[in-house]
């Protein structure tokens, strides 16, 4: 397993960039099990930038915490980027964030109910950009999956925010 050194390394650059631009995130994670919004929030004035999160881990924590009800995801599976976006979206609307950011996956050491491998996740930005990734680590390492999707996640949306112009 690689963790990083610290938290605040993996979040620092994207921070630095969302306080100068006077921006906001808010997160809606699965399985990276709450390490992308530790991440964010390890760094001293987060408050400037991060308004909220939440780990979406079940039906019933989308339909109570997203306020995503079931019609919304009609015909859409869970862990792909269709629902990674959707996430990402009601996430930002929810908070009245400039931006949001969402993860979903199976982080191991087996793969999820719906046919995904372990080391499979879904991640997605939503604001004045909008991306989707599919991430494939072909680990079944848990934690180890949990790193991977985190910095996937927060490098996705530094990306983002650097190409709005």
């Known amino acids: 397993m690689t ?3 610290s ?3 993996l979040a620092e650059p994207l921070a630095v960039l969302l306080k100068s631009r006077k921006e906001t995130v808010a997160v ?3 399985s990276a099990g709450g390490l992308i919004s530790a991440a964010l929030l390890a760094i001293p004035g987060a408050s400037a930038y991060f308004l909220g999160g ?5 039906q019933a924590a989308r339909r109570a915490l997203l306020r995503v009800d ?27 964030t400039t931006w949001g950011l ?3 996956g199976a982080s191991g050491p087996t793969g999820n109910r719906y046919g995904d491998a372990a080391g499979h996740a879904c991640i997605a930005v939503a604001g004045p950009v ?23 996640a927060l490098a996705l949306l530094e990306e983002c925010v650097r190409n709005v112009r």
């Open 7 to 9: 938290l605040a390394s």
């Open 28 to 30: 809606a994670e699965s």
């Open 3 to 5: 963790a990083p050194a």
């Open 70 to 96: 079931d019609e919304a995801v009609k015909g859409v599976r869970s862990s792909t980027e269709a629902y990674a976006q959707i996430k990402a979206r009601a996430i930002r609307e929810l908070m009245g």
């Open 54 to 58: 939440s780990v979406i881990y079940t």
């Open 130 to 152: 909008e991306r989707v990734i599919t991430v494939e680590t072909g680990d079944g390492d848990r934690e180890a999956n949990m790193w991977v999707f985190t910095r996937r």
């Open 102 to 104: 969402s993860e979903t």
